[in-house]
């Protein structure tokens, strides 16, 4: 079916966003490397083919005249969803460009900022390109030379919005959300709680309640460990009293 | 005197904004070099330590080094830096601001650097939303749930699309290692804080209009720009100058009378708000505050204009107008500011209102201006505009300000107000004080119900506006049958000596004594008829109307070219003559007219119209006597000289209005 077929383009589309975001804020960091860029520019192709997919199966469908009314709505939905990743992927690549152009890794003295970030996103890009791990084989002046090809790949990706924009006739604004407010929370996200609570001692502010019950987290994994120590510390004693008695 | 702009904008399209963002980005990069640069150290948590973190005092000891300035200077580059976005307080997130101690900062990745050409997002806001909300479990912040719920509103199309981001968003952020999760959670809030401030918090990203073209863009040299250099430099030569002497002059009296009223020149009593978070000051100078503080008294003696914008020297210079019974000059004069500054649906009414409270023949408020204003006013009238009452309120406050400003500021009301004003004590914060101060900030009445108050205001004052009759010339002397004046208890020689004793604005001549002694000596039963009707008056507004209708009538008979019978006051007409004939305007009898009738709707008075005929001529004051002779000649054709008022021509007898 068109529509399934659509939304699992879409989610792929989607995720390869939110990893593309995740990467350019890691740009002119100190967790910026060579990596980083060749990570940049992976995802970068990978989104690109997505949208194109995307784009050529949405405009497909929805040039169909024959479909009903809701269906069509559906498909304003799901064009929706899918103009508004290219625009942030589109803001992202031009930011990364800039940024790329500020921040190069190939001078001799090289200023990154220290922001206190300082592993890899190696993991980030495999997650987008949905491989265990990340292969790296770029060669070494691959920042000026990606940086052209950024370029070329940026008015690319604008001149693909444009023609989407005149080919077809979707209101956004028309579009009604299938979510509603708080949709986010329903999904079962499994929210680690060490990240919490490392998160909420950054947050000064010792009124927070969620600085408690993250303490107590905290609190609560010490515990366990010193109540499975105090566990392992009998059972040697009474190991080696049976062994003694025996 | 004013300051004219100097600087070669063209125009003002290049008006550069925020170019400090692309220095303050040199400056980071420099505070990066790892031997010249803001020494880093790591942070400690409870689980991870996380390295790069600065320390304030680092931070201002390389500012005043790099930059060669004092320390209090580098301290407050520092809190730009901070308040811009480029470095985040890792306590304390919600405070913009660099504390030289050991408080610890981290630098801001340049994603997340303010850029001119990058506008800040809502859909990324939303989708920030959204990631807290989940981390949150969803126990957002008051001013978060509202921006949630705002947004959830106006961006509902794209809602599905933020929801399915900021998931992935969460979940790709969890691919990270637990330190670099941590500093990526700080950076993105620590953006927010800068670019959606939450309440008490001050941004410094507040950058007026977006202009059409990119500021810091280097422009390209067409003709067209060419031309507008010319333009630019032809106007200026074409300007009209003034002597350096005299403007330099201008500016130094200017400088040196509010050198001490200035809050950035000179300390604020008691404290400065934007310093020290402390309202007292703006309480103490609300506009309808009791006592007002010495240095606003102060500041109503230096210019007239000062006293009028003011709204409680205003207030009080009404109080003295009325002790001196010429209040109504400041009512024409609020009048006529009301109508320029007032919406154009109601300028129509509002100009007819202030025509017939103030400009017109025998009206209950007459204002004294000369003729040839009055005339250009009332040739204006026919076809109101915003400004047709300019000449006249120009006139107006001339009059206010030579005459009786002069008076005000030698009178008792005045001297009470100096001496009761309050001098406040000046503030002494400490800095544990001035946090809690900063923690207290609450946001002030809305100023849509500071308006609706004013309104109310303005609307109860003219409710209770006095009617009080201003002049007393053969047009308005009081008929001794019809129960005119109000509140006229005490003798009317002696009345009418004080009130002729007291001084009239300038173009306004003083009757002699004499003649309105004979003229109440003439009028013996008029006193008891008086106080007949000052007791019929007590009740119902019937009474009233019927006084009003009388009084209109007489007012309207005085000046009526004919046509109106005047077989009952006949009699009166010879004494009214000889009392005239010695020069016309007389103080009002009974100025406390207004506090007797206090209810009394100007509205009900206006909306009767007694047979006055459609052609009258509407007198300038002054020329009274002329005028005598004048109208005796044009008595039955109308003179060439006919000033035709606008309303009483297309409403002639509009019983209701």
Redesign the interface.
């Known amino acids: 079916m068109g529509k399934e077929e659509c939304k699992t383009m879409l ?1 792929a589309l ?2 390869v ?3 593309y ?2 990467l ?8 910026d490397s060579q990596n980083l860029r060749e990570e940049l520019k992976r995802t970068r192709k990978k989104a690109q083919e997505l949208a194109v997919a995307n784009r050529t199966k949405l405009t497909s469908l929805l040039k169909d005249k024959s479909i009903s009314k809701e269906d069509r709505a559906e498909y304003e ?1 799901l064009w ?2 899918f103009s ?2 290219m ?2 992927l589109e ?1 992202d690549m031009k ?1 990364s460009l800039e ?1 790329g152009q ?2 190069p890794l190939k001078v001799p003295t090289r ?9 890899s ?1 190696g ?2 890009a ?3 390109m949905s491989v265990q791990n990340m292969k790296y084989e770029a060669d070494s002046n691959i920042d000026t030379a990606d940086l052209r090809d950024l370029q070329a790949e940026i008015s690319q990706v604008s001149q693909m919005m444009e023609e989407m924009e005149m080919k077809v006739q979707v209101a ?8 509603e ?5 329903k ?1 079962n ?1 499994s ?2 709680n ?6 909420s ?5 010792p009124k927070d ?2 600085g408690g019950g993250g303490g107590d987290a ?1 609190l609560a994994s010490i515990c366990a460990v010193v109540v499975f120590f105090v566990i392992v510390t009998v059972a040697v004693v009474l190991g080696y009293l049976v062994i003694n008695m025996s | 005197m004013t300051i004219r702009n100097t600087l070669r904008d063209h125009g003002q399209r290049y008006r550069p904004r925020m170019s400090c963002l692309k220095k303050v980005e040199k400056v980071l990069l420099e505070m990066q070099d790892p031997k010249s640069g803001v020494k880093s150290q790591p942070q400690r948590l409870v689980i991870t330590t996380i390295p790069h973190a600065i320390t304030g005092e680092d931070v201002v000891a390389w500012l005043a080094d790099r930059f060669q300035i004092d320390t209090r200077e580098a301290r407050s580059l520092g809190s730009m830096l901070v308040a811009l976005g480029f470095v985040y307080p890792l306590q304390d997130h919600k405070r913009l601001l660099l504390k030289p101690d050991a408080s610890l900062y981290r630098f801001q990745t340049p994603y997340f650097w303010p850029a001119q050409q990058w506008p800040v997002e809502d859909t990324d806001y939303a989708i920030y939303l959204a990631k807290r909300n989940i981390r949150k479990k969803g126990i957002l912040e008051l001013h978060e749930q509202e921006q949630y719920n705002r947004l959830h509103k106006w961006m509902n199309h794209k809602w599905d699309f933020i929801v399915m981001q900021a998931k992935e968003q969460y979940r790709a952020a969890k691919e990270r290692k637990k330190p670099d999760r941590v500093v990526f959670d700080c950076q993105e809030r620590a953006y927010w804080v800068v670019h959606r401030p939450p309440p008490g918090t001050v941004s410094a990203m507040d950058y007026g209009l977006d202009r059409r073209i990119d500021p810091n863009a280097e422009e390209v040299k067409t003709p067209d720009y060419y031309e507008r250099i010319m333009i630019f430099t032809q106007q200026s030569i074409m300007r009209p100058r003034v002597k350096s002497s005299v403007s330099i002059g201008a500016l130094v009296k200017y400088c040196a009378t509010y050198n001490s009223h200035d809050p950035f020149l000179s300390k604020c009593l008691p404290s400065n708000p934007w310093h020290t978070d402390d309202v007292t000051y703006w309480t103490l100078n609300m506009p309808n505050v009791e006592t007002p503080t010495k240095m606003r008294v102060e500041r109503w003696t230096f210019s007239f204009g000062e006293l009028l914008l003011d709204p409680r020297g205003r207030d009080d210079f009404r109080r003295f107008l009325k002790k001196e019974f010429s209040g109504e000059n400041l009512a024409f004069w609020e009048g006529c500011e009301d109508l320029k500054w007032g919406t154009a649906a109601t300028m129509r009414e509002k100009a007819e209102q202030i025509y017939k409270t103030f400009l017109a023949r025998g009206a209950p408020r007459w204002i004294n201006i000369d003729g040839k204003t009055m005339e250009i006013t009332v040739n204006g009238l026919k076809h109101p505009h915003r400004y047709v009452l300019d000449a006249a309120q120009t006139h107006i406050y001339m009059l206010m300000k030579k005459d009786s400003y002069g008076r005000y500021m030698k009178s008792q009301v005045f001297k009470d107000t100096l001496k009761k004003a309050i001098c406040p004590e000046e503030h002494k914060f400490t800095d544990a004080q001035l946090e809690q101060n900063a923690k207290n900030r609450r946001p002030s009445l809305s100023p849509i119900i500071l308006r609706q108050q004013e309104l109310e205001e303005r609307a109860k004052m003219a409710a209770n506006a006095p009617v009080d009759i201003t002049q007393l010339c053969r047009f308005t002397t009081p008929v001794p049958h019809l129960a005119v004046y109000s509140g006229l208890m005490d003798s009317p020689t002696a009345n009418a000596s004080s009130s002729l004793a007291v001084p009239c604005p300038s173009p306004v001549s003083v009757a002699p004594d004499s003649t309105s002694a004979s003229d109440r000596r003439a009028e013996p039963g008029g006193e008891a008829e008086r106080d007949g009707g000052e007791a019929a008056r007590a009740p119902g507004p019937t009474c009233k109307s019927r006084v009003a209708l009388s009084l209109r009538r007489l007012l309207r008979r005085r000046c009526g070219v004919g046509g109106a019978p005047s077989a009952v006051f006949a009699s009166l007409s010879p004494r009214c003559h000889a009392a005239a004939g010695a020069g016309g305007r007389i103080r009002p009898i009974s100025p406390d007219a207004s506090s007797q009738a206090p209810s009394r709707r100007i509205g009900n008075f206006f909306q009767i119209k007694v047979d006055i005929p459609p052609e009258c001529r509407i007198y300038p004051i002054e020329s009274e006597d002329e005028d005598e002779e004048n109208r005796a000649t044009s008595q039955g054709a109308l003179g060439a000289k006919e000033i035709i008022c606008p309303w009483e021509s297309l409403t002639p007898h509009n019983g209701a209005g």
């Open positions: 989610d989607n995720k966003t939110a990893c975001r995740h350019v804020v890691a740009l002119g960091s100190t967790s939905r929706v969803l508004s990743s625009d942030l803001v930011r940024i500020d921040f200023h990154l900022i220290q922001t206190g970030m300082t592993g996103t993991t980030v495999a997650r987008a956004p604004w028309a579009v009604e959300a299938k979510q407010a708080g949709a986010e929370l999904s996200m929210v680690g060490s990240s919490v609570g490392v998160i001692i950054c947050e000064e502010e309640e969620e905290g």
